[in-house]
């Protein structure tokens, strides 16, 4: 009997140290950033301040119909709720992305500015995939910063590539400093 109640004590110590331990890498791992809180109206707000509080998210799992970083993200739910941590006024899904903002060619794009891809099924021409313009250095150098159901599973930094660049769509700008 004796060894069986320091076999249980021992096995309810391990575990309550791995809960522990689990729920440690848990509140680490998945915070909730929070953006610099700025008085600038939108029209001021440099994308630099939005692409620094999204690398902030690398790494936070998707998850379908998500826009909570506690939960995950999917795609839309990561562009809303970057923009809207800054106060823009922005649609939760993706193919409301393409009423928003200013269309600019692709090769104008400046990072900040919204991607817009369709979705990975062939012959399709509905939005289904968007992201943020990370960097433009020309056509060997474009990587937009999203939320991936794809190997990555998560948001991510990903250069455009052919599959990229034969979904792709269009770029939308909200943010009015880009136009300088």
């Not at 001021?44 to 909570?68: K, W």
């Not at 399709?124 to 990370?134: C, D, E, L, N």
């Amino acid at each position: 009997m004796r060894n069986f109640s320091i076999s249980l004590i021992i096995v309810f110590c391990l575990t309550a140290m791995a809960a522990s331990n689990a729920l440690a890498r848990k509140s680490t791992r998945h915070h909730r950033p929070t953006p610099a809180r700025v008085t600038l109206n939108n029209d001021t707000i440099p994308a630099d301040s939005i692409l620094h509080f999204a690398q902030s998210l690398i790494g936070v799992r998707y998850r379908s119909a998500t826009s909570d970083p506690l939960r995950g993200f999917d795609c839309s739910g990561f562009v809303s709720y970057v923009f809207k941590s800054f106060n823009f006024n922005v649609p939760r899904s993706s193919c409301e992305f393409i009423n928003v903002g200013e269309k600019i060619r692709l090769e104008d794009a400046k990072p900040g500015d919204i991607i817009l891809f369709t979705g990975t099924k062939k012959h399709t021409h509905k939005i289904g995939h968007i992201g943020i313009v990370f960097c433009n250095d020309g056509v060997d150098n474009f990587t937009f910063i999203h939320s991936t159901s794809g190997k990555e599973h998560g948001v991510t930094i990903t250069a455009m590539d052919k599959n990229y660049r034969r979904r792709y769509v269009q770029i939308v700008r909200i943010l009015k400093q880009n136009d300088v």
